[in-house]
Structures are given as structure tokens and as C-alpha cells.
């Protein structure tokens, strides 16, 4: 069984292969093609484990166990395993917390470039924290942005997120980071919104990957005025396998990133709608990012092989 430090991960996964590998997983979770349960959990008094579970013919299982304790810090963390599926023997256990991170980004990254106005010039982050961080790094690849605003309650921390970027800075208040952006990424843990209508530009794209049940970051009357994009149409079904801000509507109401990616659904109609990505992390994602970091390790002789 090979064993991956985060160590190894980061220098394994690389961005620019995952985004093209996430929008073939993302077409053929839409076309039917992957065996996907509903995420479970179990909880504890100051946090929760979730499990998450996937497979994708020709590619082992993939299970990935993460924990959410808001109090600690990080306050996700996350180990990844994965299952040869001819035997079902175990072949790799690897740190599943910065695949979580980078997965998230690049997913994030994927609904921008699809969704997003093609004049987008300035975008908006709002948290500092690890989420952030790998937003900050994945807009960093978008030809065209020349501002990134950084927002945090602790200003401090929204400074030093920004100085990792020579287009970032710190603004002094949410409303200043979104009021011109044409991109809004929400990458906080609030449990409730953290942004308002009226502080929206005409046709902004937002990203929104925080997860807070039962309350959380997105307003509804921003979601209710807004073309909808999900993962997948359990993200209407109640937490942990869905979001908390997209409770009670209809299912039709959002539209899978893969149907668009199909084509079987539009995907932006006009420069003036807004357009939303809510992200509630799906078990694809790190099947398709464990699955590179695992073949390039055995390309490269990374890791560590141990006997269990």
C-alpha cells in the first residue's frame, strides 16, 4: 500500500491537469456513468466526520474521510484511500486535505471560466482562510483578471492572503471587495450570508463552497434571482449530502455543471443575469484528483510502500 504525505500530494497534484480531469468527471457524473452515494456523517459534540464514496469504471474506489470541527484549525482535515476495484485490495492512503482544497478550486475555476462574463476584469474573495487561499492560486490562471480583492473579518489575515499575489489586496469591508467584481468567490465557514443583493454588480458569477448547515454563506433571495449551477442534483437534498441555503426548491431549479458541459442545459444566457455555482464538495472530485496524484506517484517512485 503506498502512503502519500501532504508533502508528496502538493507536489504531485498539479492544477493545470486537474481542471481539464474534473471536467470529464463532471460530463460523465451528468451522463450517469459513476456509482456515488449520498455523503454520510456522524457527529461528535464540537464537530463531524463525514464519509464519501466513489467509483468511475477503470479507476479504483475512492474513499475519503474528512472531519469538520469549526473550533480547530484547519477546521477540515482529510485522509483519502483508495481500493484496486478488480480485487479490492487497499493501494494508497494519502493526505486528503490540500486534494480537498485544490479540487474545490479548480471546480470553482471550471464554473468562471464557463459562466463568467468573458470581459470579467476584477474578481472578489471573501474568507482568508485555506479555501482562499487556493481560490487566490486558481485565479492566479486566468488570463484577463487584473484585480483580486481579498475580504475577512480579520483584515490582517485578508493582507496576508493578498500579499501571495502581486494583483490582490486587502479591501476594508465585504460590500468594497463585491460591489465592482465581476467574480465573487464566498470561501467561508459563516452560518449565515455573508454578502447582500444590492451590493452586487449586473452579471456577476459567484462561486459559493462553504458549508455551515443548517445555515450558510449565500443568501436565498441572491440564489432565488439567479441561474443555479450544482454539482449534482443532490445538493437538494438535505445536509450533509446538500446545501443548506438551496433547501426547499425544486431540483429543476438548478442545472449540473456537466449538463452544461454537455450541452444538454445553457449555461450563461445573457451578460446581465447572475450566475451561481454552489459547491457542496462531491466525492468525483477526489476520485479524479486522488487518481492523478496516485499514477504520477507511481511514475515517479514517490511515497512510501508499506506491508499492512
Avoid at 24 to 38: C, D, I, Y
Avoid at 87 to 109: C, F, K, N, Q, Y
Avoid at 208 to 223: A, K, N
Wanted: net charge negative; with cysteine.
Amino acid at each position: 500500500m503506498l502512503i502519500l504525505a501532504r508533502k508528496d500530494v502538493q507536489e504531485l497534484l498539479d492544477p493545470h491537469e486537474l481542471i481539464p480531469a474534473l471536467e470529464e468527471g463532471f460530463k460523465a457524473l451528468s451522463a450517469g456513468q459513476l456509482e456515488v452515494p449520498s455523503r454520510n456523517q456522524v457527529s461528535a459534540p464540537k464537530g463531524a466526520l463525514l464519509g464519501m464514496y466513489a467509483f468511475m469504471p477503470g479507476k479504483p474506489f475512492s474513499v475519503k474521510l474528512v472531519s469538520i470541527f469549526h473550533e480547530s484549525m484547519p477546521s477540515h482535515q482529510a485522509v483519502i484511500t483508495l481500493f484496486d476495484s478488480e480485487t479490492g485490495a487497499p493501494i494508497a492512503l494519502m493526505d486528503g486535505e490540500h486534494i480537498t482544497a485544490m479540487r474545490t478550486a479548480a471546480a470553482s475555476l471550471l464554473s468562471i471560466k464557463h459562466l463568467a462574463r468573458q470581459n470579467a476584469k476584477t474578481a472578489a474573495i471573501v474568507g482568508a482562510g485555506v479555501q482562499s487561499e487556493s481560490h487566490l492560486k486558481m485565479i492566479g490562471t486566468l488570463v484577463g483578471i487584473e484585480r483580486v480583492w481579498i475580504a475577512s473579518r480579520d483584515r490582517s489575515a485578508a493582507s496576508t492572503l493578498a500579499s501571495h499575489a502581486s494583483n490582490a489586496l486587502a479591501a476594508d469591508s465585504i460590500p468594497q471587495a463585491v460591489s465592482d467584481a465581476d467574480i465573487v468567490c464566498l470561501c467561508t465557514s459563516s452560518p449565515e450570508p455573508v454578502i447582500k443583493k444590492e451590493w452586487l454588480k449586473e452579471g456577476v458569477h459567484i462561486t459559493s463552497v462553504g458549508y455551515r448547515p443548517p445555515g450558510g454563506e449565500l443568501p436565498r433571495d441572491v440564489i432565488e434571482a439567479s441561474h443555479l449551477f450544482v454539482e449534482s442534483k443532490r445538493a437538494f437534498e438535505p445536509p450533509p449530502a446538500g446545501s443548506a441555503e438551496v433547501q426547499g426548491l425544486n431540483s429543476d431549479f438548478g442545472t449540473e455543471l456537466g449538463e452544461m458541459l454537455l450541452k444538454q442545459k445553457p449555461g450563461r444566457r445573457s451578460e446581465t443575469e447572475t450566475t451561481i455555482y454552489k459547491s457542496m464538495g462531491h466525492a468525483m472530485e477526489d476520485l479524479v484528483a486522488a487518481n492523478l496524484v496516485y499514477r504520477k506517484a507511481i511514475t515517479e517512485n514517490a511515497g512510501i510502500q508499506i506491508e499492512l
